[in-house]
DNA sequence: CAGGAGCGATACCCGGGCGGTATCGCCCGC
DNA sequence: GCGGGCGATACCGCCCGGGTATCGCTCCTG
């Protein structure tokens, strides 16, 4: 199977239209038909149901689907990876690092002070990225090392170390009812009928459905929170650095939340592991 | 970046040699060449340095070689899954579990039968494979789930679930000085000068150096140890079984070999769902 | 030191396959 | 019953992947 043809192939299982899917492509619908046609003749399976009105994907298809993504994530990845280590030969070398924005700052930053003062030590190149990107990144090569915290990311596929464990706090605004109180129960904050928990975007971009409203990064939600029209539920390093007019209130029946580092299996540069010794060592 | 350039360099980067890596592809020198070249000039760099003797990879390279088998092993096991996706569609569905021949034989009969026991389990199909096989089984998509020991093998980028931990033995011919004793320390039976560690085939089917005997299965090894000219630390469970003309006496200090059962990461079939449920359900 | 062998690069040709346009066949909705 | 939407098919042209022949370079060798 050549990556073409998996490119073409999640084109059309993601638009469920051959028309679509070969203007996303670039190419005109009857190659495109051929192709995933030659695809199914190989595999000796049908890929796709074709109704009359669109197209469905089989199970074998459904299952296509889900290793191709991961398939060309890596082919992506080896591309990416190789053109950094191109670059760093005969340039500055760096570790790009993945972090969900507004997250960890504080273990962050000693992190990269940490890994600085170590001998050897090159660029770090931060992204910070929305939450639940930092996989993706790690995925297709965009970054070297993430952060990722448990139990919201997906660590699966990949070696971690734990860093650091911390409960969570309610976010409200000042004068809300229960933010006078030492604590709060996490059934108490997850339907208060004033203040819905937002909705966040899953991986595909679309958000779940539901009362709250939608955030794409954590300035919205402080802003948002802080208009009254939701509260929120996040670790307790959150708190620092929080607005004036918000408080957070301990939930202490809420999941502890783990921040670990994370890279990819097989690829210890000595870069990231100089990192992931830094993170470790405190 | 197509498949069969990544296969085309990944072969030239084994064989360190256009003309073999050709001969190898099935296809003529000049093509090869010219495949990488394109490949080098898209790049932007150079992966292979051409010397007047054969051909050396470049810091690039060695990234590429490694990113390149894990992309060509992730689209091998989109084809596979995909194939048995669509037989299990239209025949008897199975899961494919990989196991170490000779280790864990127990605890993989009780995993088996606690598993056939649950509503809707389908057929496993267990395939025994040489130590360290397994994992390399997991990525190309030939098996769905395995067994695998730590520390011995590498569990980086599966999921895994840890379902047993047991001390090592070593095993001796009986009547050796050592066979009577009621356990000894790991440093007294790693340099034996009479009986020395065996040496196992690395993943790529080649030997490390050293005095002992070349191995490749529990058959091999057992007879070996019978013959006199070699001994081995296994875990426990291994002693289940022994030949009569052998013994096994505890080394206390040897690091604790854990079992656990691995699979792909998002690949919770639910074949395979329920296999991870049986196993940790004891 | 000249000759030859080994190896990768280059030149050139051929054919298959990929992509394009035009059109068909089918099903659904009005 | 008819038109429109959608995927499949027919057919064509061109590019690219693969083949043979040959070159250029570097060692090794007698």
Do not use: N
Not at 72 to 87: K, Q
Not at 143 to 148: H, K, Q
Not at 261 to 275: D, E, F, M, N
């Amino acid at each position: 199977m050549e990556t073409r043809e998996l490119r073409y192939f999640v084109a059309v299982a993601e638009e469920l239209h051959f028309g679509r899917a070969a203007r996303r492509l670039g190419i005109a619908q009857p190659p495109l038909s051929r192709a995933i046609g030659g695809l199914e003749r190989r595999l000796g399976t049908l890929l796709l149901e074709r109704g009359s009105r669109g197209v469905a994907l089989t199970g074998a298809g459904a299952v296509l689907l889900r290793e191709a993504r991961a398939a060309l994530d890596a082919v992506e990845a080896a591309e990416r990876r190789t053109r950094r280590a191109a670059l760093a030969a005969t340039g500055r070398p760096a570790v790009v690092l993945a972090a969900k924005a507004g997250a960890s700052d504080e273990l962050l930053a000693k992190l990269l002070d940490a890994y600085a003062a170590e001998p050897g030590a090159v660029a770090v190149d931060v992204v910070l990225c929305g939450p639940g990107e930092q996989a993706r990144l790690l995925h297709d090569g965009r970054a070297d090392v993430a952060l990722l915290h448990r139990p919201f990311d997906d660590t699966a596929g990949f070696d971690t170390e734990d860093l650091h464990s911390e409960g969570q706090v309610a976010v409200l605004p000042v004068g809300h009812p229960l933010s006078v109180r030492p604590h709060v129960r996490l059934a108490e904050v997850t339907d208060l009928p004033d203040l819905p928990l937002p909705r966040w975007p899953r991986p595909d971009g679309t958000f779940p459905d539901g009362p709250g409203p939608q955030v794409r990064d954590h300035t919205q939600l402080t802003q948002l929170i802080a208009l009254g029209r939701a509260c929120a539920v996040v670790p307790e390093s959150g708190r620092t650095g929080l607005r004036e007019d918000l408080t957070a209130v301990p939930v202490p029946d809420a999941p502890h939340v783990t921040t670990v580092i994370a890279w990819p299996p097989h690829s210890r540069s000595t870069a990231v592991a100089g990192l992931v010794r830094a993170a470790t060592a405190r």
